[in-house]
């Protein structure tokens, strides 16, 4: 399911964002990323958090509205509570100087704890075919970033 609204996400501030932990590693193509930032920040629905765990730039300062700098990212959209989340939106995004490279779809997300820190766990895969190239897009690992919502 490719996402044509993402107009959102990065950090006015520092490059270098709230430092995660965790282990959570991300896979464009043949490339392993390994993201460093990272925060849960209110999503347009009140009801849920949207997770942003990237390679640069993501903060509290965060917001829907702000555009993606270069960098890989992955996103989740969550209910903030503990527990197995099998629908929750995950989408793998790619900035580059030549475009943008995106893909999500529905995958389950676990929510371990939920308080001034957000921990979790997911393994997301899926692909983006852009004329004949297909680019394998995962996401896989434990995550803990801080809470940015009120």
Known sequence: MRHAALVLLAACGSADGLEIGGDLQF????????????????DRDPAKLLVVIGTRDISCSTNLESPLRKGTYVTMVI???AGAQ????VTVIRVESSGTLFNGDLSEVTIDSVGDRLTGS?????????????????????????????
């Open 27 to 42: 896979v464009v193509g043949t490339e392993t990323i390994t993201p460093t930032v990272g925060a849960a920040i209110p």
């Open 86 to 89: 099998p629908e929750a939106m």
């Open 122 to 150: 997911l393994s997301f895969t899926t692909q983006d075919q852009t004329d004949e190239v297909i680019t394998e897009l995962s996401a896989i690992g434990s995550f803990d970033v801080a809470n940015c919502a009120p």
């Open 79 to 81: 209910d903030p509570a």
